[in-house]
């Protein structure tokens, strides 16, 4: 083990992490889970139409987010609902405190291992894809490519990032396990599939008070809209279908639009923190 | 001309010159207040280096509480919590390098081996993998020490969470009902290794249940009662504080104490049944004035002086009175 060579405890916990989601599998099975999924819509994603064929960049782009916005917050969920009432349960987050530690470091330490987990699962499945793309599709500009990939993985860990302090908050308050994942996974709920269907059908419907501002903001409250919204930015949004393109309607440029995923994961940060330091023990 | 910064020093000078190493521990009127739910009540006690304390009561007398605040994870809402001369909260992370800590019925990672535990925790505390190999010998999991804990069994986990509170060969030991589960031998091992830290002057509390396993290995006991210290002292100033008698029995014992009116005021039910501050008297009756030298003497067992203070605690002030 090497974690004696390391000497920042943020480091330190964050190789215990990483050695935790290796030993429970959790990164075996979520990289494989995102390896089959990317796969399955890269080289038979064209099934449906009739004829076999590899999409153009940026259908594959828009197929991708569309199903990675229900996967990733999920797998976000599952990899970091127990980080702090876990640990609480077993009793080491007291042995912990007992340590010349910090709340910020085992903060940190936790959210560097999950994030480092994550960035290689979604890395490794992705980054296969990406590579089988090049070697068999011909008609693709390579740097095209290479550039929507990136850009995808960036964009599906920041959202993923939001999911894992998200989860962070819903562990620190909660007494046990069980209630912790039952929490997350109503928030799961409500953010992927309840809000992303009322903010839908507000865009379709004819509703007087649905300008710009206000799709905007409804946009801006939900960090997995922000999410579709960035791949539709990204790819021009014509490849969406239906409602989906007038969430790229949105008149925020992308940076404008990350730097709204990064005001998310401060601000849920900057909470995760306020609750761990005020968590009575 | 050179500037001068007052440090607070925690030592002390006495007059004569040399220097007094302050308590380990040092609990001064502490007082825990959570909302309307009094956990500690004026609380006040010290452990110096190379004591044990046992601290005792039932669940929810404040046991938990205590530890915290010694670890400085809480600050008191009244009074003075010390640590080697330092407060306990405010100088919480540099006391954490001294104090070794095993929380009660502690689990750790299922999925790590032991020695990556000891590793993962060793590394937090900057302890170097030597001391690391020597304590997966010392603690004899060497042959385990690649396995994962989930195959652990109670004794060899409660073993592990040892090695893991001594790994910075710490000032302070915090231990929290450290032999529950265990078999006897492997509570003899704790409590060896236990007296061997106290020996190198390890200041120890244990906080335990099991009173006649802790009775032969502690200095002090700290009696807790619904957040208030009930009785501080060694085993014999607890059985002066107790009404539990000593006893002293030997054969032929009616017969010689019919002769010697002292004596006879103790005799009751075939022994000789007194408090400990008449122990020395009788002692020296039985010997000089009845020339009896082989007797047996039976001090009150700290479960026994427990059980007599905490009915004492549990009954009403008028009950006691």
């Not at chain 1, 709204?260 to 306020?274: E, P, V």
Request: glycine share 6%; net charge neutral; charged share 15%.
């Amino acid at each position: 083990m090497y974690i004696n060579k390391l000497t920042s405890p943020i480091l330190i916990i964050a190789y215990k992490e990483i050695c935790d989601s290796s030993r429970n599998r959790w990164l075996a099975f979520m990289g494989s889970m995102f390896l089959l999924l990317s796969l399955s819509v890269s080289f038979a994603g064209s099934a449906v139409t009739g004829s076999l064929y590899l999409p153009e960049i940026d259908a594959l782009m828009s197929s991708l987010s569309t199903i990675s916005v229900f996967i990733i917050p999920l797998a976000a969920i599952l990899l970091s609902y127990d980080a702090f009432v876990g640990e609480d349960e077993s009793g080491t987050l007291l042995l912990l405190l007992s340590y010349p530690l910090t709340r910020m470091q085992i903060l940190f330490g936790k959210l560097l291992g999950h994030m480092t987990v994550m960035l290689l699962a979604t890395g490794v499945a992705f980054g296969i894809t990406a590579v089988l793309l090049l070697l068999l599709g011909e008609h693709y500009h390579k740097a095209d490519l290479i550039s929507a990939f990136v850009q995808f993985l960036v964009s599906s860990n920041l959202l993923a990032l939001t999911f894992i302090l998200i989860s962070y908050i819903v562990s620190l308050k909660s007494t046990e396990k069980a209630k912790a994942i039952g929490g997350l996974l109503l928030v799961w709920f409500l953010f992927v599939l309840i809000y992303d269907l009322i903010l839908l059908t507000i865009l379709v419907s004819d509703f007087s008070f649905a300008n710009q501002y206000v799709i905007n903001a409804l946009i801006a409250m939900s960090p997995t809209d922000l999410y579709r919204a960035i791949n539709l930015v990204a790819i021009d949004g014509n490849s969406a279908s239906g409602s989906l393109t007038m969430l790229a309607s949105s008149d925020w440029g992308l940076a404008s639009m990350y730097a709204l995923l990064f005001a998310w994961i401060g601000t849920l940060t900057a909470i995760s923190h306020r609750i761990f330091k005020h968590k009575p023990l | 001309m050179g500037q001068y910064t007052a440090v607070n020093l925690p030592f002390e000078h006495n007059n004569t010159g040399s220097v007094m190493v302050p308590p380990s521990i040092k609990l001064t009127d502490v007082s825990l207040q959570y909302n309307d739910f009094t956990a500690l009540n004026n609380v006040s006690f010290e452990v110096n280096a190379g004591q044990t304390m046992a601290l005792l009561g039932h669940n929810g007398a404040g046991k938990s509480s205590l530890i915290k605040v010694i670890l400085g994870l809480i600050s008191p809402t009244v009074g003075k919590a010390e640590v080697m001369g330092q407060s306990a909260y405010t100088n919480h992370q540099q006391n954490c390098v001294d104090i070794g800590y095993l929380p009660e019925d502690v689990s750790f990672y299922d999925k790590l081996s032991g020695r990556e535990v000891l590793s993962y925790f060793g590394a937090l505390k900057g302890v170097n993998q030597a001391r690391i190999e020597s304590l997966i010998e010392e603690f004899g999991l060497g042959y385990a020490q690649h396995r994962q804990l989930k195959t652990y069994s109670k004794g060899m986990k409660q073993r592990l969470g040892v090695a893991q509170a001594i790994l910075s060969e710490p000032k302070i030991l915090l231990l929290d009902e450290p032999t529950v589960g265990l078999d006897p031998q492997a509570s003899q091992f704790l409590y060896g290794k236990i007296n061997q830290l106290k020996q190198s002057g390890c200041a120890v509390v244990i906080s335990t249940h099991e009173l006649s396993l802790v009775e032969a290995h502690l200095d002090i006991a700290l009696i807790m009662a619904k957040g208030q210290r009930r009785a501080l002292g060694s085993c014999s100033e607890l059985s002066k504080a107790s009404a539990l008698k000593i006893t002293i029995g030997f054969s032929e014992l009616s017969e010689r104490v019919k002769t010697n009116a002292y004596l006879q005021q103790f005799y009751d039910q075939g022994l000789l049944q007194f408090s400990a501050m008449h122990k020395a008297d009788i002692i020296k009756h039985l010997v000089t004035q009845c020339q009896i030298f082989d007797f047996e003497i039976k001090q009150p067992r700290l479960e026994d002086i427990y059980h007599d203070l905490m009915g004492q605690s549990l009954r009403s002030p008028a009950e006691q009175s």
